[in-house]
């Protein structure tokens, strides 16, 4: 076990760094498994085309005619097909969420246009629910102040979560990868949209955070890469491993998660809200993480070390949120109360998200949801 200080890389070291329903209504159904190499549209497929995760042959095989794509120019000499650059598929119709339509959104390019309609979906979403959140909860005097209510938090989620005890010691193998692929678009553009919260920081506040995401991006080691942590395990479970095959499979509940990240280190007025989120979400994954590395140990899952990569680290991206925000704090002060807003607001994010993934699997797998 690495025992170097946070933020440090040691020599042989493997860095490393997070989480959670399907787009139908609660209760319903989740699509099945995209099979690999389909190309999917912004057009929810039906069902029935679905392929099952755990049935022979599921694989799939040639791709399907998919959203647009753009191709560079030929290389001269004998004539090879260079690839199309990826792209997100714009909805072949109307019949489309907003948290899936924004999340399309946040990974595009965008103009006046496409902004003003992030704006728009936000103002009627986060916006709200911010101001809901903060006058519910009381001021919080200091940075002493927010970290105990943070660690009552924490311990709170601790002492139990019925639909994390399911993943851990009951659910089947086609259940655990239906939440496998429901987190998918999460483990693949995992800490992509923390970047544009760093130039709001003060210089030392930067560099902690910073320490976070390199060890997210595997310290540039592709191969410890958390992202691509996760390609190898879809890829064990038959699942395709790039974002777009997603969009289709992925639930309202993981866009809002998803989407908060870009609105607070893009558009939040207060970066606080951001350190106050990732401070939590560092702290939460180590415990939040062990039910499913002990659901890959129990059905033989070898690529578990998704998980188990951020029982480790975790801890030490904690300690660094924490120097972030105190940092932040002797550049420019502090108001605790919106750290405390941002921790409760993924923990609420995230845990929706989370125990609707699991209810789902079980529904879709023909057992009781949690």
């Known amino acids: 076990m690495n025992t170097e200080a946070p933020g440090t890389l040691p020599p042989g070291t493997d860095p490393s760094g997070t989480i959670p329903s399907g787009t139908g209504a609660p209760g319903a159904e989740p699509p099945g498994i995209v099979p690999s190499g389909t190309r999917t549209t912004g057009t929810v497929r039906p069902r029935s085309a679905v392929s099952d995760p755990t049935a022979p042959g599921s694989a799939g095989s040639g791709p399907v005619a998919g959203g647009p794509t753009v191709s560079g120019p030929t290389a001269s000499g004998p004539a090879t097909a260079r690839r199309a650059l990826p ?81 851990a010691e009951q659910a089947s193998r086609r259940e655990f990868t239906l939440v496998v692929r429901e987190f998918a678009l999460d483990g693949l553009t995992e800490a992509q949209n923390f970047f544009p919260a760093v130039p709001r ?59 908060v990240f870009y609105w607070l280190t893009q558009r939040a007025p207060h970066v606080e809200y951001f350190l106050g989120a990732l401070a939590y979400l560092e702290a939460s994954i180590p ?14 899952i070898r690529h578990g070390r998704y ?4 029982l480790h680290i975790d801890t030490f991206h904690m300690r660094e949120m924490q120097l972030a925000i105190k940092e932040y704090e002797a550049a420019y002060g502090l108001d605790p109360t919106r750290l405390w807003t941002g921790a409760r607001l993924l923990s609420r994010l995230i845990g929706g998200a989370f125990d609707a993934a699991v209810a789902r699997a079980r529904e879709s797998a023909g057992g009781v949801a949690a």
């Open 201 to 259: 920081l003060p210089i030392k506040a930067q560099m902690a955070v910073m320490r976070v995401l390199i060890d997210e991006f595997g310290c540039g080691n592709l191969q410890q890469a958390h992202s691509q942590l996760y390609r190898l395990l879809l890829a064990e479970l038959g699942l395709p491993q790039e974002p777009e095959h997603f969009l289709d499979t992925t639930g309202d509940e993981t866009f809002q998660f998803l989407n």
């Open 87 to 167: 792209s997100w598929p714009a909805p072949a119709s109307g019949d489309e969420s907003v948290h899936r339509e924004l999340f399309r959104l946040n990974r595009t390019p965008l103009d006046s246009r496409l902004l003003a309609r992030v704006e728009e979906i936000e103002r009627d979403w986060i916006l709200p629910l911010v101001r809901s959140m903060e006058a519910a909860g009381a001021p919080v005097a200091d940075r002493a102040g927010w970290q105990r209510l943070l660690a009552g938090l924490l311990a709170r989620e601790r002492a139990g979560n019925p639909a994390g005890e399911y993943l």
């Open 307 to 310: 998980y188990t990569e951020h």
């Open 287 to 300: 415990d939040a993480f062990t039910h499913q590395a002990r659901a890959c140990e129990r059905l033989g």
